[in-house]
């Protein structure tokens, strides 16, 4: 079957300090990934997907960035987080063969940025 | 704006009763959907998807989706009180070679013992 992960659980992270959350798929080949972000109070925000390696495509324009080295790690990073950054911080993946096919959510990230 | 809607709640029901979850979506191109539950502090877990009109059923949890009227519905037979948390309803819209999955904000729902 297949698992996604996940790090690290919780964070709190000084404003302009740099970011880096990490998740990996496990059970599957060529997933469809994706990182959400979920502010309080508000819905599920489409940061970024990939459908390869190296494929990244951004649905937002900030100071996040998303990185694929490998086919089933996807990485979310920041050079300097600002405060608006706080959130709670989901990977999904999907099977491949059609981008948002059923989505899969990892455990989440709290970030609080201070 | 391609927008799915959902009353923020908190939905209240006792024990044992009928919770029902309503979803509207604007794009009636629409043709998938999904419900999650998301409980307080944890990621969205998947219950069901439904593509068809009509209902469908897993257990205490039953699907409806009316594409002429354009709403989804969420009905869960029996409550619990582990049943509290956050229901998350999304579709799918095709907006010509891009695919786009849209979300609601979410219906608080809450069993009372």
């Known amino acids: 079957s297949q698992t996604i992960h996940q790090w690290p659980a919780t964070l709190v992270q000084p404003v302009g300090s740099p970011l880096s959350l990490e998740c990996t798929v496990e059970?599957?080949?060529?997933?469809?990934l994706y990182w959400y972000r979920q502010a309080a109070g508000r819905g599920l925000q489409l940061l970024f997907y990939?459908?390869?390696?190296?494929?990244i495509s951004s649905e937002v324009p900030q100071n996040l960035s998303a990185s694929r080295p490998q086919d089933r790690q996807f990485i979310l990073s920041s050079k300097k987080l600002l405060l608006s950054d706080s959130g709670f911080y989901l990977c999904?993946?999907?099977?491949?063969?059609?981008?948002?096919?059923?989505?899969?959510f990892g455990e989440g990230s709290w970030l609080t940025v201070v | 704006q391609k927008e799915v809607e959902q009353n923020s709640g908190p939905l209240s029901v006792p024990e044992g009763a009928i919770a029902s979850l309503n979803c509207t979506y604007s794009?009636?191109?629409?043709?998938?959907f999904f419900w999650y539950r998301q409980y307080s502090g944890k990621s969205p877990e998947l219950i069901m998807s439904?593509?068809s009109n009509g209902d469908k059923e897993d257990g205490r949890f039953t699907a409806q989706l009316n594409k002429a009227s354009q709403y989804v519905s969420l009905l869960i037979r029996d409550s619990q009180p582990s049943d509290s948390a956050t229901y998350l309803c999304?579709?799918?819209?095709?907006?010509?070679?891009?695919?786009?999955?849209?979300w609601g904000l979410g219906t608080s729902l809450a069993v009372n013992p």
């Open positions: 990939s459908v390869g390696i190296g494929q």
């Open positions: 999304a579709g799918i819209y095709n907006a010509g070679n891009n695919r786009k999955l849209i």
């Open positions: 999904a993946w999907s099977q491949t063969g059609g981008v948002w096919n059923t989505i899969y």
């Open positions: 794009d009636r191109g629409s043709q998938s």
């Open positions: 439904i593509y």
């Open positions: 059970g599957t080949s060529n997933p469809n």
